[in-house]
C-alpha cells in the first residue's frame, strides 16, 4: 500500500505564496522511487486537471499553461516533491492533489496514468 501525504495548502491573499509539500510512503518495494510525480488540482464541478509534473531525475518536467512562470515543482528525494506557488491568483483556488507514479511513464501521459493519489490540501487565495 502506498500512501502519498500533501501539506502546505491554506488561505492566502491574492498576489501571495504558499508551498506544498507530498511525501510517498509504504512498505513496499514500490516506495523505493516514484518515477514521476505531480500536482492536480479540482474546483467543485470542474473536471481534475494536471498543474505540474515532474520525472524522478528531474529531466522532464511539465507545467501547466496556467501557473507557468508562477509555480515551480521540484524533487526533494525519490519519494517527495515541493510546489513553489508565487503571484497566487483567486482562480488558484482548489483542492491540490499529489499524485505518483511507481513505474517510468511518458510524460505526455502523466495526466491520465498516474497509480496513486493523495487525498488532497485546500489552497485558498482571496481578493
Known amino acids: 500500500q502506498v500512501q502519498l501525504a500533501e501539506s502546505g495548502g491554506g488561505l492566502v491573499q491574492a498576489g501571495g505564496s504558499l508551498r506544498l509539500s507530498c511525501a510517498a510512503s509504504g512498505r513496499t518495494q514500490r516506495t523505493a522511487t516514484m518515477y514521476a510525480m505531480a500536482w492536480f488540482r479540482q474546483a467543485i464541478g470542474k473536471e481534475r486537471e494536471i498543474v505540474a509534473g515532474?520525472?524522478?531525475?528531474?529531466?522532464?518536467i511539465y507545467y501547466a499553461d496556467s501557473v507557468k512562470d508562477r509555480f515551480t515543482i521540484s524533487r526533494g528525494n525519490a519519494k517527495t516533491i515541493y510546489l513553489q506557488m508565487n503571484s497566487l491568483k483567486p482562480e488558484d483556488t482548489d483542492v491540490y492533489y499529489c499524485?505518483?507514479?511507481?513505474?517510468?511513464?511518458?510524460?505526455?501521459?502523466?495526466?491520465?496514468?498516474?497509480?496513486?493519489w493523495g487525498k488532497g490540501t485546500l489552497v485558498t487565495v482571496s481578493l
Open positions: 515532474i520525472s524522478w531525475n528531474g529531466d522532464h
Open positions: 499524485a505518483a507514479a511507481s513505474r517510468l511513464l511518458p510524460p505526455d501521459t502523466w495526466a491520465e496514468r498516474m497509480e496513486f
